[in-house]
């Protein structure tokens, strides 16, 4: 079991910057793949970002490419992503996922365990 608790969603102006936090409980963090998946108003769940469970790999939807940087430092259980260039359609909920493939999938449905998410609101 896991339990991951998104941080530091908040409200920006467009051009700003934000990191996310996403805290996750248990001593099996490092054998997680771990992802971004974000939801706005009226749209599905789509991904983001997501990393292996060493954090050499790394896989960005298109549109989130060159602005986004997904980490994670195992020592403190913890994932990040920063968030640069922020644009009003990033507007969102965001989630962090703990897949136990450990690989960094794109697939909503290959992640078990899911965090109950932070707010980002870019203004424009």
């Known amino acids: 079991q896991v339990q991951l608790v998104e941080s530091g969603g908040r409200l920006v102006q467009a051009g700003d910057s934000l990191r996310l936090s996403c805290a996750a409980s248990g001593r099996t963090f490092s054998t997680y793949g771990m992802g971004w998946f974000r939801q706005a108003p009226g749209k599905e769940r789509e991904f983001v970002a997501s990393?292996?469970?060493?954090?050499?790999?790394?896989y960005y939807a298109d549109s989130v490419k060159g602005r986004f940087t997904i980490s994670r430092d195992n020592a403190k259980n913890t994932v990040y992503l920063q968030l640069n260039s922020l644009k009003p359609e990033d507007t969102a909920v965001y989630y962090c996922?703990?897949?136990?493939?450990?690989?960094?999938?794109?697939?909503?449905?290959?992640?078990?365990?899911w965090g109950q998410g932070t707010q980002v609101t870019v203004s424009s």
């Open positions: 990393i292996s469970r060493t954090g050499v790999y790394t």
């Open positions: 996922a703990a897949s136990s493939l450990g690989i960094p999938t794109t697939n909503n449905i290959t992640y078990a365990y």
